[in-house]
T-cell receptor, first 111, second 117 residues
Framework: DAKTTQPNSMESNEEEPVHLPCNHS???????IHWYRQLPSQGPEYVIH???SNVNNRMASLAIAEDRKSSTLILHRATLRDAAVYYC????????????FGEGTQLTVNP | GAVVSQHPSRVICKSGTSVKIECRSL??????MFWYRQFPKQSLMLMAT?????????EQGVEKDKFLINHASLTLSTLTVTSAHPEDSSFYIC?????????????FGPGTRLTVT
């Protein structure tokens, strides 16, 4: 599976936008970019995913670089409940549903 | 979104005993479910892929005789930790793919905290 690189931790203030970066320089053409987040002592929660085009949903936006070697998860207005570990994961279409988690980014939201 | 449940949410057992953890997809069918393990302050590690009606596929380094997986129906997969030891204490999480969804959707259970004394 192609590898992703994320900062270990980031901080944000409540009600401000947050941009969480992810590098995936070895991404292949069939790799989807998925984002999940995990609150303490809970299972991961799906946030968003995309292939080539930018994506928006009620939780977040996903901005994908033109060369697809990086992407950014955007939380438009951070709340205290957004404090979690955010995982950027590449899913290869040929490997079916397997998700391989990296270390993720611990997001701290300050009140 | 769809819901995946796990039972029990936490369990304490004595060393040498076996523990069964259930994973259910509540409102969708899943021919494929996944089992992960997570140690404190670490990421999730995929242990195995559970396939309905066939044998599970284990990741490298995971002992299949120790972690028995059964996927007997389209909504239930079980993980049995046999002859548990304190080093098996961990947070076990399952996930299931909603294969009926138009877009790719994989949902995670809330996790089971296993403590072996």
């Amino acid at each position: 599976d192609a590898k992703t690189t994320q900062p270990n931790s980031m901080e944000s203030n409540e009600e401000e936008p947050v941009h969480l970066p992810c590098n995936h320089s070895t991404i292949s053409g069939t790799d989807y970019i998925h984002w999940y987040r995990q609150l303490p002592s809970q299972g991961p929660e799906y946030v968003i995913h995309g292939l080539t085009s930018n994506v928006n949903n009620r939780m977040a936006s996903l901005a994908i670089a033109e060369d697809r070697k990086s992407s950014t998860l955007i939380l438009h207005r951070a709340t205290l409940r957004d404090a979690a570990v955010y995982y950027c994961i590449l899913r290869r279409e040929t490997s079916g549903s397997r998700l391989t988690f990296g270390e993720g980014t611990q997001l701290t939201v300050n009140p | 979104g769809a819901v995946v449940s796990q039972h029990p949410s936490r369990v304490i057992c004595k060393s040498g005993t076996s523990v069964k953890i259930e994973c259910r997809s509540l409102d969708f069918q899943a021919t494929t479910m996944f089992w992960y393990r997570q140690f404190p302050k670490q990421s999730l590690m995929l242990m195995a892929t559970s396939n309905e009606g066939s044998k599970a596929t284990y990741e490298q380094g995971v002992e299949k005789d120790k972690f028995l997986i059964n996927h007997a129906s389209l909504t239930l997969s079980t993980l049995t930790v046999t002859s548990a030891h304190p080093e098996d204490s961990s947070f076990y999480i399952c996930s299931a793919r909603d294969e009926g969804a138009f877009e790719y959707e994989q949902y995670f259970g809330p996790g089971t905290r296993l403590t072996v004394t």
